[in-house]
């Protein structure tokens, strides 16, 4: 099976290994032995070709022949082995492919000049990429944000037509005539209709333009009623700054030593302008071991596989895709201190982020007051120092402000499922005195990149989650009207609740006629069934609400390995020996969360919730739950108030923290919602 998978490996890279010539270009090979030795050129690299022949060749895999290149009235011999015979399609002719033997580095020189050459004059295929995601935008309010964001930040794009490209920027964004303005390099737009093609944050939009006005040296366009947007990545490439180089010998030539300043990086790839004539790179081209550093830090070791030589205004680019050597614990660091220079998640900031809780009001959220939390704070503490040694866990995102030990915002992060993200404690405010670091806005933005990004590196992720307070613009603006939005394709939710805290140690009276007791395989049918109908499936797979992961097994051990608790314990309250609800509580290692989120009672009731022995039901696992959280020595518990009838309540005597919402996000959305983010997070004017 591995040999096979090696194989499969094999001719995928022989298919993208250098360049396919197109049809235009008059390029043939004749290979020496042959009855009918000339074909056509097909497919070129410094390190192979492939020759379409007329009739079936008479050479074998392994065998060694002398080949002709010629183009025009110039001939280039070449030392070569087979590789393939094979045929595209049962009636196309015999493509023979061969792989040159101990190449000296003057052929290796003179194939890269002929093949720029090519590109220059058209004459390549180059390598796509396909869209991993296309996506229709057509509500006018997201368009309208969408263009807002863009001009914000002077995008750039290009107008396409049948005339040419012409590069462009946005410059202005009229929201009253729904319109926006462009400033075109060269100074003239070709006439309508063309396609005007705009790069976001992580994508590209397009959109048809019918017509463009000119206006005090700009050009005006229509908003559009649909823009499409396609990506082409799953991870962001960020800018690389501060020195960072590559470094590597070549593979072939080992004499070529190359070493070129990064111009953008992600956890699976990079990129970097190139000379192809002296680093002798093209598609395909596989490294055993690259060096990649930042000043002032180790080098990182990785391998690399050339992807696209691409051609810019400053000249061409090389990108790569990576795969670290090792554990990948230092790329991942070298990645987000370059993807993220503003925010931390390792370091001594305890004190920092707790003095940024207390000014800026967040322990004063619900009700609360610094008082409520102080004697958590030794708890706080301890969870984070063994957070600091299980990353995959957990961690916690800072923005320092310079040079100080002052916190000027912070996310933190858990992994309190087996697939799913939480994001918690969020908080910012910059003292009185310290210097303003750009906005608010992209404060908030900094540390909620650095803590999604990350997350995406996980290979169980699946979901995001946080618990939302309902009424607050920010996370409406950010959170909540992006998840309504991809409600309906079952890859987002956002649910009502009602945060309730209740007191373990205070004397709860079970009611009259019920008993509580562990489900039985019956029962829990009944509630996967009841869930069903009641929950959405993104809620349900988020919260390992599913037979498959129900316990938490696999989670828990994870957790046990780092010294830190996660546990999930079921009542079922019954009257007469017949199951009404369910109780599923939760509890996670002390000072994780300081507002006891993941110290949580959520009741699904198994008959209609309006019925009183339904509500008598959840008083019954109310005072179960205080037992089972009494007895892991803890004074209070959440209880997650998500039906609509709320008669209980009142005999509960239980706070009221508020009313919330549950967000819930697929993972495979996160780079579009990363890219609205950066949307609603750019500064306009008037943003302080």
């Known amino acids: 099976m591995a040999t096979k998978k090696v194989a499969e490996r094999m001719r995928a890279r022989d298919s993208v290994l250098g360049y396919r010539m197109g049809p235009g270009l008059a390029a043939v090979a004749s290979v020496e032995g042959e009855r009918s030795p000339e074909g056509r ?4 690299s410094p390190e192979h070709l492939t020759v379409c022949l007329q009739r079936t060749p008479a050479l074998k895999p392994g065998q060694r022949a002398n080949v002709v290149l010629g183009v025009g009235g110039e001939a280039t011999a070449l030392r070569a082995e087979v590789m393939k015979i094979h045929r595209p399609a049962p009636e196309a002719l015999p493509e023979l492919s061969l792989r040159f033997v101990a190449p000296p580095l003057a ?38 944000r969408i ?55 992580s994508s590209v939009l397009r959109f ?11 050009w005006s366009v229509k908003l559009p009623s649909e823009l499409v947007r396609y990506r082409h990545r799953r991870l962001r490439r960020a800018p690389a700054w501060g020195g960072c180089v590559a470094r590597f010998a070549h593979p072939l030539w080992p004499q070529v030593r190359v070493q070129r300043e990064l111009m953008d990086i992600s956890y699976e790839g990079l990129s970097f302008a190139t000379e192809p004539g002296e680093d002798l790179l093209y598609p395909g081209l596989v490294l055993s071991e690259m060096e990649v550093e930042l000043p002032g830090r180790a080098p990182v070791y990785v391998k690399a596989e050339v992807r696209n030589i691409s051609g810019t205004s400053a000249g061409r680019r090389c990108g790569m895709k990576v795969e670290p050597i090792g554990d990948g614990a230092a790329w991942r660091m070298l990645v987000e201190e370059l993807s993220h220079p503003n925010t931390r998640v390792s370091g001594q900031w305890d004190q920092g982020t707790w003095d940024l809780y207390e000014r800026s ?53 858990l992994k309190p499922y087996s697939g799913s993200w939480m994001a918690h404690h969020l908080a910012r405010h910059l003292p009185a005195g310290e210097r303003c670091r750009g906005t608010a806005r992209e404060a908030l933005r900094d540390i909620y990149l650095r803590g999604f990004e990350p997350a995406q590196t996980d290979p169980d992720i699946k ?46 009276v079970m009611p009259e006629g019920f008993s509580l007791g562990e489900p039985t395989d019956e029962e829990k049918q009944a509630l996967f069934a009841r869930l069903e109908r009641t929950r959405p499936v993104a809620y349900r797979e988020a919260l390992d609400l599913v037979p498959e992961r ?92 998500e039906e609509e009838h709320r008669d209980y309540l009142g005999e509960a005597r239980l706070t009221d923290l508020g009313e919330g919402r549950i967000w819930i996000l697929s993972a495979q959305l996160l780079p579009d919602f990363i890219e609205h983010l950066c949307e ?9």
């Open 41 to 44: 050129l097909v497919q070129l």
């Open 107 to 144: 052929q290796g020189r003179h194939i890269v000049s002929m093949l720029e050459g090519w590109r220059d004059e058209g004459h390549l295929e180059l390598p796509h990429a396909s869209p991993i995601w296309k996506e229709r935008i057509v509500r006018a309010d997201r368009i309208g």
């Open 147 to 201: 263009f807002e964001a863009l001009v914000a930040r002077r995008c750039r794009g290009r107008a396409r037509s049948e005339h040419g490209d012409v590069e462009l920027s946005a410059a202005l964004f009229d929201k009253y005539d729904a319109r926006v303005a462009w400033e075109v390099r060269g100074g003239v737009l070709p006439p309508g209709p063309f396609l005007l093609e705009v790069y976001g944050f």
């Open 208 to 218: 048809q333009v019918d017509e463009a006005q000119h206006e005090d040296g700009l």
């Open 361 to 413: 009001g967040y322990f004063r959220l619900s009700g609360k007051t610094p008082a409520d939390f102080e004697r958590m704070k030794a708890e706080y503490r301890e969870a984070h120092e063994r957070l600091e040694r299980a990353p995959r866990l957990g961690y916690r995102v800072v923005r320092p402000v310079p040079q100080s030990d002052t916190v000027e915002a912070s996310l933190s992060w």
């Open 463 to 508: 979901w995001f989650l946080a618990y939302c307070e309902a009424n607050v613009r920010w996370v409406r603006f950010t959170a909540l009207d992006f998840a309504e939005w991809y409600q309906h394709t079952g890859q987002a939710c956002v649910l009502n609740f009602h945060l309730m805290e209740a007191d373990a140690r205070r004397e709860w």
């Open 550 to 641: 129900f316990d938490l097994s696999g989670l828990k051990q994870q957790w046990s390995g780092a010294r830190l608790g996660r546990e999930r314990h079921v009542l079922v309250a019954r009257k007469d020996g017949r199951a009404v609800a369910v109780g599923i509580m939760e509890a996670a290692h002390a000072g994780l969360n300081l507002f006891h989120v993941l110290n949580g009672l959520r009741i699904i009731p198994l008959v209609d919730a309006s019925l009183p022995e339904a509500q008598q039901a959840m008083l019954a696992l109310l005072a179960g739950a205080a037992e089972w959280y009494r007895a892991r020595g803890l004074d209070v518990f959440i209880h997650y108030v």
């Open 680 to 688: 609603a997070t750019t500064p306009r004017g008037g943003d302080a």
